[in-house]
């Protein structure tokens, strides 16, 4: 039913879970599994001080890229098991948020389903179903699992 599924992860512990699921479905439908992590630099914060102590807008962005390929790297790893193709892909802008790069992945490699975990890493958005899983939703034209977070 499904060929390419994109999963979005963010290194989280409900992010695993998603994956696990993701995992599942790839297996069953002998589907592609897309594994992504997307860059939101909106959340990045802002250097606003002269103190050469702190991180630049440069240094944070390579060290937050070097987390984002060991977030990969790890999904890599733990989904090494037989009868799953897996691709993984860093998503990253500088104007874009992690739900229009989920998007236009999606549509650039003709995913029919998405797989997003309800909650991530931000917990002041836990107040609803999740941002970024929402507005994925509703920009995307395929299919979208949402896997609630645990607890």
Do not use: Y
């Amino acid at each position: 039913m499904f060929h390419k599924i994109l999963v979005a992860i963010d290194g989280s512990e409900a992010s695993a879970k998603t994956l696990d699921v993701a995992a599942g479905l790839a297996v069953a439908n002998e589907a592609l599994l897309i594994v992504a992590h997307a860059l939101d630099e909106g959340q990045m914060p802002i250097r606003q001080s002269s103190d050469p102590l702190l991180l630049s807008r440069t240094d944070v962005k390579r060290v937050w890229k070097a987390e984002g390929e060991a977030v990969l790297a790890e999904a890599r790893a733990k989904l090494d098991r037989p009868g799953l193709r897996i691709e993984t892909v860093l998503l990253e802008s500088d104007n874009e948020r992690a739900d229009d790069q989920i998007a236009h992945a999606v549509t650039a490699n003709g995913v029919d389903l998405v797989v997003i975990g309800s909650h991530g890493r931000r917990g002041f958005q836990r107040l609803v179903l999740g941002s970024v899983a929402e507005r994925v939703a509703r920009k995307v034209d395929c299919s979208v699992f949402v896997v609630r977070a645990p607890g």
